[in-house]
């Protein structure tokens, strides 16, 4: 299994809007390295990171089903659970839902490992400040 990295970033949906803002005016350029995906809490990111929902990446990186029916059968989960679970993976940017050459939606990995960046001041653009975990 090819590793592929996501950078994920946890701010306060306030500092978030802030920080927008801030690049909209010119007044505030990200880093290259800057996480392209941002979380509002430590909480919010465990839910989305869970263990089961770990387990299901690694269930669809390593058996690469061709549809949602098909990764029912493989990870035991029901398809009304898989297909929540997956628009879920796929907002944060850590799957991809593609039509299959059926018809049928076919889930695909984009991430496998995630670098976390959060601090007390990540928010004031403070890079010295930013915590990695």
């Avoid at 035991?76 to 050459?101: A, D, F, H, W």
Wanted: one cysteine or more; aromatic letters at 6%.
């Amino acid at each position: 299994m090819r590793t592929k990295v996501l950078t994920i970033g946890v701010m306060s949906r306030q500092d978030y809007m802030k920080r927008t803002i801030a690049i909209a005016k010119g007044e505030y350029k990200p880093r290259k390295n800057e996480p392209k995906v941002w979380f509002e809490s430590v909480q919010s990111m465990a839910q989305v990171l869970s263990s089961e929902n770990q387990e299901l990446l690694r269930i669809i990186a390593e058996h690469k089903p061709r549809s949602i029916t098909e990764l029912e059968q493989i990870s035991n989960r029901k398809k009304s659970n898989l297909s929540r679970t997956l628009k879920s993976l796929e907002k944060y940017n850590i799957v991809e839902l593609c039509k299959g050459e059926n018809g049928a939606v076919e889930p695909k990995v984009k991430a496998t490992d995630f670098k976390v960046e959060f601090g007390l001041h990540y928010s004031h653009h403070d890079s010295s400040v930013a915590v990695a975990v």
